[in-house]
């Protein structure tokens, strides 16, 4: 039973480890305000949640060569989740990401319930290409708009120093607005498959076109095929892999389910460039945790994980961003 939900396995390991970071950021964020003088060092690996400051970050090391001093962790996941979308699809969303399976979790309920549902194309795809169009516009904005004297000011300035802060009190202290937005995003995944996946995360978006170079796709045997359509069913993304020889989609998560849930035998697999099949989740969830344990080595030993700038710099930034806050 546990290796047939070892995917949930890892997807509750890493929620419960997110929402530890959370907490414990919390108390760094408390001490950086002055309303503790109990210091809690900040957790660097609350910085994966900044893609948007790592994508600007990226453009700069790739122009100057020169390593993001303020948020080191966030640029470093963020070249580790790239890498891992070149080598095993969006292993992230489908077996990292807290939010993808959050969305996972409700997916289940909704369809144990027997309310979830597909959405018809002329619906479907003008809501998938919101995310796409996202995704566009921060490109825009940062490959092409933003110079280096604008990367720099951004990575320096005083928003960016506190981005994570910020973050923080998005969910802290939401607004009526946001509050209703949330509560519309789990409501309609009950009912419509990972709809904040699907339609609206370009981050998802990002790593899915990366994966279309990724050097593992799932592949059909069609000779073995029974048309079940069961593999449609399960997938995350509604996929209609049983049409298919081979599924390269930017959608397609490596998740494994289309695999699992197949009656025939030997009819999917996940395969590699030279068609070399990983027959067992077990290779594949070994090769995402030895993958993510050596990124976060590489980075630490590196010294690229935390910040070479004094906590107390960070701390004068924070009181300005509570001073301004309080008038």
């Not at 580790?80 to 996972?104: D, E, H, T």
């Not at 004297?149 to 994570?164: C, H, K, L, R, W």
């Not at 009190?169 to 709809?195: D, E, G």
């Not at 010294?303 to 924070?318: A, D, H, L, M, N």
């Amino acid at each position: 039973m546990l290796l047939k939900n070892i995917r949930i396995i890892f997807q509750s390991f890493f929620l419960i480890f997110c929402i530890y970071i959370g907490y414990k950021f919390y108390h760094y964020y408390q001490w950086a305000t002055g309303k503790s003088d109990f210091y809690v060092p900040k957790p660097p690996s609350v910085e994966a949640f900044l893609p948007i400051g790592s994508l600007v970050s990226l453009k700069k090391l790739a122009l100057t060569g020169a390593y993001d001093s303020v948020h080191p962790a966030g640029l470093s996941l963020f070249i580790a989740f790239i890498l891992l979308c070149f080598l095993m699809r969006k292993a992230f969303c489908g077996w990292i990401c807290p939010v993808g399976a959050v969305s996972n979790f409700v997916q289940k309920i909704g369809s144990k319930l027997g309310i979830l549902k597909e959405l018809p194309k002329w619906a479907h795809y003008p809501l998938m290409s919101i995310k796409y169009l996202l995704l566009g516009f921060f490109l825009y904005m940062i490959l092409i708009s933003m110079n280096l004297y604008a990367m720099e000011a951004f990575i320096q300035s005083p928003y960016n120093m506190t981005v994570d802060g910020r973050m923080l009190k998005f969910f802290l202290k939401p607004s009526a607005i946001t509050i209703c937005v949330l509560i519309f995003l789990i409501a309609i995944s009950f009912f419509i498959r990972n709809f904040w996946c699907r339609y609206l995360c370009p981050y998802g978006a990002f790593l899915g076109l990366i994966a279309l170079a990724s050097l593992l796709s799932i592949r059909r045997d069609e000779t073995k095929c029974i048309n079940c359509k069961k593999c449609e069913k399960i997938c995350p993304a509604s996929l209609k892999i049983y049409e298919k020889d081979k599924i390269n989609s930017p959608e397609c998560q490596g998740c494994f389910d289309c695999i699992k849930v197949c009656p025939a035998k030997d009819c999917l697999s996940m395969s590699c460039v030279n068609k070399i099949d990983i027959k067992s989740i077990r290779v594949f969830a070994g090769m995402v945790l030895i993958f993510i344990i050596s990124a976060w080595l590489i980075a630490v030993f590196a010294g690229k994980w935390e910040s070479p700038i004094k906590p107390e710099v960070f701390r004068t930034y924070y009181m300005m961003l509570e001073d301004k806050d309080l008038r």
